[in-house]
């Protein structure tokens, strides 16, 4: 199986700890990444995802999330309670994917890569889980807050 | 601070980031505040307002017209070509930077943003008009 540049999902974990700071003044711990399929799988109830091609890299970035967690964040982020996801709530996991991959395209930039998105899918369900169909290493990167886990997965199409 | 009646315009494809630049805006006074979900329907908002929009801040990413085109209409027009106009955007490259402020865009403010840092870029629009 090919590896996954380190290079590459760590501006991801730092995107996602800032983005979480300082847009909706949450702290999220991240917890070891593993490659899918060495631990069980999280589910969870909403996900935004995103494709991504780069010079080094193509394949998609998922932010997962427990309602409970969803719920919680976007509470804080909007300075409102929300008690369930309502359509109006649902495009927040877009955008705070949106503001993940802008934080880590700037550290990637700077480290020569060039990397281009595709506009974000937002996916809603009960209890669901990812399943790729890429022959590539699929890296999930756990976070924990004070609302509980969530986490976000890099799935790769060719790895360097 | 501008004016609380200075009617403000608000563009942005994702209601939640929506919702959060209005609520900043109505903590700092602002009383008319318009929403648009692209450059294509926040111009026509432009077109059909009276008093007209007197502050715009929009997002860079957006379908249909994108903050850049709309950024470049509404300065292309001379009837508002002075109206102060706030960029937010998720991706801050340099050349990206460089490309707003030719295309005349008075501030621009990166996301992920606090309250407070919007609030200041607002005001340093402000502070621009009045000297």
């Known amino acids: ?160 | 601070m501008f004016d609380p009646k200075t009617r403000l315009l608000v563009v942005d494809d994702m209601l939640t980031m929506r919702k959060l630049v209005s609520k900043v805006c109505k903590e700092l006074g602002f009383t008319d505040i318009t929403e648009a979900e692209d450059g294509a329907k926040a111009w026509e908002v432009i077109q059909a307002a009276n008093p007209p929009i007197g502050l715009i801040i929009s997002d860079w990413n957006m379908p249909n017209c994108s903050g850049l085109d709309f950024l470049k209409r509404v300065r292309g027009a001379g009837k508002y070509g002075k109206t102060p106009f706030i960029m937010v955007t998720a991706e801050a490259e340099q050349h990206q930077v460089v490309e707003a402020l030719k295309a005349g865009v008075s501030n621009y403010v990166v996301k992920p943003f606090t309250a407070d840092q919007l609030k200041d870029k607002i005001e340093a629009v402000h502070k621009k008009l009045s000297t």
């Open chain 1, 1 to 160: 199986m090919a590896q996954l540049d380190v290079r590459f999902f760590k501006p991801f974990i730092e995107g996602t700890i800032n983005t979480l700071k300082i847009q909706c003044g949450i702290e999220a711990k991240p917890d070891k990444p593993f490659i899918k399929g060495q631990k069980e799988q999280p589910e969870f109830a909403i996900a935004g995802v995103i494709g991504i091609t780069s010079n080094a890299f193509n394949g998609t970035i998922t932010l997962c999330y427990p309602e409970k967690v969803f719920l919680g964040v976007m509470s804080k982020m909007l300075g409102e309670e929300y008690k369930e996801i309502t359509k109006d709530l649902q495009d927040g996991v877009a955008e705070l994917l949106n503001i993940i991959f802008g934080q880590a395209k700037i550290t990637l930039s700077n480290q020569g890569f060039t990397i281009q998105k595709a506009i974000p899918t937002v996916v809603r369900g009960h209890q669901l889980t990812t399943s790729v169909l890429s022959s590539g290493p699929v890296m999930v990167l756990p976070f924990q807050t004070e609302m509980g886990e969530f986490h976000v997965e890099i799935c790769s199409e060719s790895a360097m």
